[in-house]
Each structure stands twice: as structure tokens, then as C-alpha cells.
């Protein structure tokens, strides 16, 4: 019945020429929809998320039709999309499916409509949803490792973090990205390195380690390559806490004096290079953070 009635509403639009009487059909469509996933078996939380996935259906007639006729196929997608949602709340696994599917969606239509006012945000809050249902999905598994939940947030982070320093770039012709590389991609490595060091230094097995060393060294090639301050610093320092601390052991073994020694080496090391070179301590510290602020952003 709800099918026959989605039938006549557009037939009626399409006799009329009024697209918002093609609304109704939209709505109705989720009904019939429904209902055929209810007859082929699906419980409500697996009908919920049947709506999202013909939301998708629902997105591409959109993105195929010409204005005025598009306003319906946006109707029924934000209706399939919000009570698929709403549906799929009474089973976990079923709501981070529908999770991964809006999200998608989201994602997808804010990439197409770059960069039009709001579809950033848009674009932003699917990538969000992506992150919930992948971590949602992680917990149902079982999945213990902290890096395992801490690399779609990274990588999200990442994601939006490059987008707006991008569109600060392309908003002033030859100017310098708005968005610091300290904000933009910083976060990001120190979240997933910091999260596999410290789970290396609550004693958890060496691939901790191995997973921290391989996010700094992969900062600081990135940050190297492109001259970017931000991750090749937050690079380098992990890179430093993964060695000290996996050198830990065999350095407690190391007499007092053979520490002195070492230490009084390299501070009269030091001192005859900076004599030779006439500089002080500050003069040479000023000199390398004026590299960094020119050479790097």
C-alpha cells in the first residue's frame, strides 16, 4: 500500500509539475521500504540500517537530477538517513553499520560540494561518524590494542587538519597556509605514537614500541620532506622517548663515573665548537628557531 501511494504522489508531481508534492513520496518510500525489508527478514535495527544504504540510492538520484526535481530525492535522503539512525538504536552492531554508512555519505557529499558554504562541516561530522562506527565495531570485537581505536581518530585528525590548512592557503593567493602545521598534523602523531609508547612503557610487548618508532620516523620524513616544523619536531621527540626508554635497560648498567665522563665530553665539545665559531649558547638557539620559522611552516 505504501508503494501504490509513493506511485501516485509522483505521478501526480510529475502531472503537475510541483516537485513538492513528490515530497510526500519520499516519505512514503520509507515506509514501503521498510516494509519490504521486514518481509525479507530483517528485524527493525536491520530495516534501520536498509533505510541508510537506500539513503545512498536516495544521494546519487539526487546528485543525477536536475533543480526543481532534486528537492525530493534530498527529502528522502535525509529521511532515510535520519530514521535509519533511529531504527538501528536497538542493536549495537547494526547501529555502527548504519553509523559507517552515514557517515560515507556525509563525506561523500561534502567532497562533491566542495567548497560551498557548510559542506566542510558536513564533511567533518560524516568523518566523525566514521570514526565512531569503526571504533564501536573494534569494541564489539574485542580488540584490546589502544592503537587500534587511536588510528581512525588520528587519521581523522589528519584528514582535517591538511583540509583547512589547504583552504587557508587557496583563500589568499601567496599567502602562508592560516592553519599552523603544529595544529594540522601534530595532533595526529602525537595521539597514535603517544598512545602505542605508552602502552610500550606499561609493559606491553616490543611491537609497541615498534609501531611508535615507525609513526616518529614517518613524521619526521614527512615533516623533513614538505618543511613542515610541526611533525618533524613531534617526529623527532618520539623517536627520542621510544630509544631512551628501550635503551633503559643496558644504560642502568652503566657506572656513575662513565656517565660524567660522557657528560663533561660533550659540554667541552660543545664548547670548542661554539669558540671556534664565535657564537654563545642563546645566539645559536636564536639562529636555529629563525631556520624554522623561515625555512618551515
Not at 503537475?16 to 512514503?28: C, F
Not at 592557503?169 to 602562508?176: K, L
Amino acid at each position: 500500500m505504501a508503494a501504490a501511494v509513493a506511485a501516485v504522489l509522483t505521478i501526480e508531481a510529475v502531472r503537475l509539475r510541483r516537485p513538492a508534492v513528490g515530497n510526500g513520496a519520499a516519505l512514503v518510500a520509507q515506509v514501503a521500504l521498510y516494509a519490504g525489508a521486514w518481509a525479507a527478514g530483517l528485524d527493525a535495527a536491520g530495516a534501520g540500517v536498509a533505510l541508510c544504504v537506500g539513503a545512498l540510492a536516495w544521494a546519487g538520484l539526487a546528485a543525477a537530477v536536475e533543480e526543481p526535481w532534486r528537492e525530493p530525492f534530498l527529502v528522502a535522503t535525509v529521511a532515510g538517513a535520519g530514521s535509519g539512525l533511529a531504527l538501528a538504536t536497538g542493536d549495537p552492531n547494526a547501529l555502527f553499520d548504519a553509523l559507517l554508512v552515514v557517515g560515507g555519505l556525509l563525506v561523500a557529499a561534502g567532497i562533491v560540494h566542495h567548497p560551498a558554504p557548510g559542506w566542510g562541516m558536513a564533511a567533518h561530522s560524516g568523518g566523525a561518524l566514521l570514526v565512531a562506527g569503526v571504533v564501536g565495531h573494534l569494541a564489539l570485537a574485542g580488540v584490546t590494542a589502544a592503537e587500534a581505536f587511536a588510528v581512525p581518530v588520528a587519521a581523522h585528525l589528519l584528514v582535517a587538519g591538511g583540509y583547512t590548512r589547504r583552504a587557508g592557503a587557496g583563500a589568499g593567493a601567496g599567502s602562508r597556509p592560516a592553519l599552523s602545521s603544529w595544529l594540522a598534523y601534530a595532533p595526529s602523531v602525537a595521539l597514535l605514537g603517544g598512545f602505542a609508547l605508552v602502552e610500550r612503557m606499561s609493559g606491553g610487548a616490543g611491537w609497541h614500541a615498534l609501531v611508535a618508532g615507525a609513526v616518529g620516523l614517518a613524521a619526521v620524513a614527512a615533516g623533513g620532506q614538505w618543511r613542515l616544523s610541526g611533525p618533524l619536531v613531534t617526529g623527532t621527540a618520539l623517536l627520542v622517548a621510544v630509544t631512551v626508554h628501550e635503551s633503559l635497560a643496558t644504560l642502568a648498567t652503566v657506572p656513575t663515573w662513565a656517565w660524567l665522563a660522557l657528560g663533561g665530553s660533550v659540554l667541552i665539545g660543545l664548547g670548542v665548537l661554539l669558540e671556534r665559531r664565535g657564537a654563545s649558547p642563546a645566539e645559536t638557539g636564536r639562529r636555529v628557531v629563525d631556520v624554522l620559522a623561515e625555512q618551515f611552516s
